[in-house]
């Protein structure tokens, strides 16, 4: 199967559409918080797959940077210093030395980059792990809309890639939760290899 056959559509009610992973080498698990699972441990051993997840876990506190609404309260990492909007995209894995670039292209077709607010008013906050480990260990990515800024509609496309192992251990698990006014989605990805590559696209 292809990585775009793989993108078996997760689709949200309402407006808001198809937030589906489209695989290249990949599976689903929460990049931290949760033990290995008998899914788990088969997606191991049977290689790529990938897989929606529940957004949220309901546990009683947040834990932070997992790119995970844990407490299920309706916000991503509340209390843990990390920006949020009513537009958002965030990956957080666990292996500290992988980089893994989380890739979103607004319906404008602009690329989201660290430390520039495009016109839809769309920034990334960071990029782990950083040319000088910057992220020192604590990896995550964040695509938010900043301000009062309505949300642009239109096609949101996101990329979640592994740029290198930088000597981890594959797979490289990556969570990544997704966020378009009220609809939230959230997926497990298993990166396996240098170039691995999942996709998303969410229309608003
Ligand atoms: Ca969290
Ligand atoms: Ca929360």
Known sequence: MTARAALAAA???GSLAACAPGARE???????????????A???????SSRPRSACLPVAYEVCFNALDDNCNGALEEGCGVPAGVVQF???????????????TDPNGE???????????LIKSRDCPG???????????NVFLEGNKAPTRGTYRVSVALESLGGEQPPVWVN????????????????VAPEDEQHVELTL
């Open 26 to 40: 990949n599976a689903a698990q929460p990049a931290r918080a949760t033990a290995a699972s008998p899914e788990r």
């Open 111 to 121: 690329l989201i980059e660290a430390g520039r607010v495009v016109q839809s008013g």
């Open 90 to 104: 965030m990956i957080g894995w666990d292996a500290p030395r992988a980089d893994v670039d989380l890739n979103v």
């Open 11 to 13: 689709l949200l009610s």
């Open 176 to 191: 990544l939760s997704c966020r378009l006014g009220a609809k939230r989605q959230a997926f497990e990805i298993r990166l």
């Open 42 to 48: 088969a997606a191991d051993a049977d290689g790529p």
């Open 131 to 141: 040319r000088r480990q910057e992220c020192a260990g604590v990896n995550y990515e």
